[in-house]
Structure formats: C-alpha cells, structure tokens
C-alpha cells in the first residue's frame, strides 16, 4: 500500500472519531433548556404519532364516504330457460342526498379528530412540562445538599481546629462530625433523586442515559401577567377536546338524519342478458327502476330516536365535563394566587436566613456562637431554601394544570404544526 493512500485511510479514521466525539458531545448537551426539551419530546412522542394516523385514517373516510354503493355483477348458470336478469350488471344510486350526508359526517368526524390530536398535543405538552419541572427540581435539590455539604464539611475542619487548640470540648467536635454525615447522607439520596428524574428524561427524549447530563434552567412563568380569572373560564369552551366533542355532537345528529334516509327511494341502474352463451332468442336491454320501502315496522323510526337520545346524552356529557372542568379551575386559579404571593414572602425569608447563616459560620470560626445556634441556623437555612424551591415548583403546577385544561397555549403550541 503506498504512503499517499495510508495516509488518506488514517486521515479518515481520525476524522470519523472526531466526528464520533462531537455528536457524542453536541447530543449530551442537548436538552438543557424546557423549551427544546419539550419539542424534542412532542417530535418523537408516539400518543402524537397515534393521533396523526386516526387524522389520516378520518382523511379516508371522507373519500369512501361521498361515494354511492358499489355496482354488482351477477353471473347464473341455469339448467332451464334463464330469465331476464340472469347475467345484469347492476349499479344502485341514492337520490336523496346521502352521500352529501355522509360526507358531512366524514368531514366533521375528521375535523374532531383533528382537535383530538390538538388534544393530546396539549396533554403531552403539559407532561413534558412537568417532568422539566421534576427535572430542575431535583437538579436544585442536588445542589443545594452539595452546598450544605460543603459548609459541614469546612464546619468540621473549624471544629478541630478548636478542639485542638482546647477552645471547645471534644463531644462539640464530635456533633460537627455527626451533622456533617447526616448532610453527606442527605447529598447521595439527592444525587439518586436527580439521576432517576435524569434517567425518565432521558427515556422520553429517546437518548443514552449516560449520555443526558443536564443543567437544567428553571422555566420562567407559563401564563401571562394580565390573564385573569374570566378569562381562563371563557377559554375552557375553547379546548381542542372540547370543541373536537362539539364536532361530534353535530356528527350524532346528522346520523340520525342519515337513518331516517332509509325511507327514501332508490334509483336502479341494471343491464341484462339472459344467456351469455347462446346468440339467439336472447333476452338483454337496459332497466331504470325506482324503489323504495313502503312501510316501516318502527325499525328506521326507533334507530334514529336512539341516535338522537345518544346526542342528547353526549350534549349533556359536554355540559358536565365543563362544569366540572371549570370548578376545578377556579380552585387552581385560587391556590395560583396563593402560591405566587407565598413565593413572594418565602424569597424575602429565604434571603434573610441566607445572610443570617454566613454571619453564624463566621461567629462560630471566631468563638462567638455556640455550636447549638449555627446548627439551628443551618438547618433554617436549608429549610427556607427547600421551601423556596417547593414555592417556585408550585406556582409552575398550577399554570400547567390551567393550561392543559383551557384553549390557553403553552409557549411550544405554535410549533405543532411544524411537527
């Protein structure tokens, strides 16, 4: 092999790597923000995929639904004389607007189907949120124990420091040590907490474990600050469920006018010949007939009342999914309120407890605090910092829950279209 060539053949094997590290590196830092999170999981997601084929499939519908009945063919072998319609060829056609009546129902069953799948585009929307949400929880929560960590640990070093110099005695020593563990105990159970919800997210996005590791943003609002509560309730009537239901409800109705049809008549087209054999005295032409049924025993009548009583019903069904769905919301809407204003007042005491607590570790280090109180302190710390956290987590559960249960948009609706 020349030099020239095995030089070529390693400069490809070395570009392959490098190719090989850089997706490697662009796919692990994928996904750090909710935004592309959550389109990568509406892109792939098979509840979307599902509702784009029952679309296509009401897409056929509405060619097979203008179309008249299939012509019929019909073929005799007879031992006698054959009669007139031995061998005809047969096309019945309806006159009384049934297929126009068909193809309503078709296009309405397809227009619902639509909103269905704008439905279900909704609802994974709001889960993907939710596991963002999960997600950035658990990163907070991980550092957070990483922080409190840290502090111990340099608590510790201080302690000794004491100790040795004979400023504290050795059991205050050994209670550093003690809170320490505790901390770092508490730190290995939020890195598991995160690596689960890492691992689910990873699932969803249809990426190596391995390869996800996330810095996950917080999301900021989902809801915007002039929305208000008659708001929310007028947009319940707007929900892609909900109106894909109205659909259905004209599409009951009009079924029960498609039963009545039944009673109408029915234009025949035939061509006959009575032998397809013999070439003499045969008996073949052309037959226009009209025909319909001339008495109902009350099984037309009693289908298209059952059809109407089925419409009635459903209508009733719309009405009580929106009385709850609304009762519901305004409790949400309530709690939203109440969770906002909270979050206001936990992040002033989260920053007062924050500088209250360096101010301890600096006393401790100079003698000036007993133990008892920094760790009181510490442990208020943390606590205000949890709090603060559950806080922001809750504010966002809320707008998701309007949102998945409103015509409102989340900010990634636009794209669905697109996807």
Same mark, same amino acid.
């Given at each position: ?8 053949? *390693?400069?490809? /094997?070395?570009l392959f790597l490098f190719l090989g590290l850089l997706s490697s590196f662009v796919q692990a830092q994928q996904f750090s923000d909710p935004e592309t999170f959550v389109e990568a999981i509406l892109s792939r997601h098979p509840s979307i995929q599902k509702a784009d084929e ?103 070093? /201080? ?20 809170a320490s563990t505790q901390a770092e105990t508490n730190l290995v159970e939020a890195i598991a907490e995160f690596n689960g919800a890492r691992n689910s997210a990873a699932i969803l996005l249809g990426v190596a474990l391995d390869d996800y590791m996330p810095n996950p943003t917080?999301?900021?609002s989902l809801l915007p600050d002039t929305l208000d509560l008659d708001t929310v309730m007028v947009s319940v009537n707007e929900h892609p469920e909900i109106r894909g239901k109205y659909l259905q409800l004209t599409a009951l109705e009009l079924g029960a006018e498609l039963i ?71 409790? /949400?809407?309530? *709690? ?11 992040? *002033? ?8 607590? *360096? ?61």
């Amino acid at each position: 092999m020349s030099q020239t060539r095995l030089s070529k053949r *390693r400069l490809l /094997v070395w570009l392959f790597l490098f190719l090989g590290l850089l997706s490697s590196f662009v796919q692990a830092q994928q996904f750090s923000d909710p935004e592309t999170f959550v389109e990568a999981i509406l892109s792939r997601h098979p509840s979307i995929q599902k509702a784009d084929e029952l679309v296509q499939a009401a897409e056929f519908n509405i060619k097979a639904a203008g179309l008249q009945p299939n012509p019929n063919l019909t073929l005799a072998a007879t031992a006698g004389d054959p009669g007139e319609d031995s061998n005809s060829l047969t096309q019945m056609l309806e006159i009384s607007g049934q297929p126009a009546l068909r193809r309503n129902i078709a296009g309405l069953n397809l227009e619902a189907a639509k909103n269905q799948r704008d439905a279900i585009h909704k609802q994974v929307a709001g889960n993907a949120y939710r596991n963002w949400l999960e997600l950035w929880r658990a990163h907070r929560l991980m550092e957070m124990a990483q922080i409190r960590d840290y502090l111990l640990k340099e608590m510790v070093r /201080v302690a000794k420091r004491r100790f040795e110099v004979g400023e504290i005695a050795e059991n205050e020593a050994l209670r550093v040590e003690l809170a320490s563990t505790q901390a770092e105990t508490n730190l290995v159970e939020a890195i598991a907490e995160f690596n689960g919800a890492r691992n689910s997210a990873a699932i969803l996005l249809g990426v190596a474990l391995d390869d996800y590791m996330p810095n996950p943003t917080e999301m900021g609002s989902l809801l915007p600050d002039t929305l208000d509560l008659d708001t929310v309730m007028v947009s319940v009537n707007e929900h892609p469920e909900i109106r894909g239901k109205y659909l259905q409800l004209t599409a009951l109705e009009l079924g029960a006018e498609l039963i009545r049809k039944e009673r109408a008549p029915t234009l025949g087209l035939s061509l006959y010949r009575s032998s397809l054999i013999r070439t003499q005295g045969q008996q073949q032409g052309f037959q226009v007939s009209l025909s319909w049924p001339i008495f109902d025993w009350g099984s037309i009548r009693h289908r298209a009342e059952s059809q109407m009583a089925q419409s009635r019903a459903f209508a009733a069904e719309i009405e009580e999914s929106l009385l709850q769905t609304r009762q519901s919301l305004a409790k /949400v809407w309530e *709690r939203l309120q109440a969770a906002r204003t909270n979050r206001t007042i936990i992040a *002033r005491q989260a920053e007062r407890y924050e500088e209250l607590a *360096r101010e301890a570790r600096v006393a401790y280090d100079m003698g000036l605090w007993s133990l008892t109180d920094v760790l009181q302190t510490e442990q208020s710390y943390r606590q205000a910092g949890v709090e603060l956290l559950e806080a922001r987590a809750q504010v966002l559960e809320f707008e998701i829950q309007i949102l998945e249960n409103t015509g409102l948009s989340f900010p990634t609706e636009h794209l669905k279209e697109a996807l």
